[in-house]
């Protein structure tokens, strides 16, 4: 049985973009916690309204975007 863990800090409403080039997404709310520790954090594509799934850890590598 796993622990509850409280999710990490999620800068929600932020806009950051997939890598220095990438499409601008905004981070949304923290969703649930994978096996190995990561979170999962939906975010929504600024251009298309989808939204997403995208590790939190791969969230913080990601730039903000203007």
């Given at each position: ?32 916690q ?33």
């Amino acid at each position: 049985m796993q622990a509850a863990v409280a999710p990490p800090t999620v800068p929600v409403g932020k806009i950051k973009s997939f890598g220095p080039f990438g499409p601008k997404y905004e981070v949304g709310r923290a969703l649930r916690q994978l096996d190995d520790g990561d979170w999962m954090i939906e975010v929504t594509m600024i251009e298309t309204g989808e939204k997403a799934e995208y590790r939190w850890t791969h969230l913080t590598d990601d730039p903000e975007a203007y």
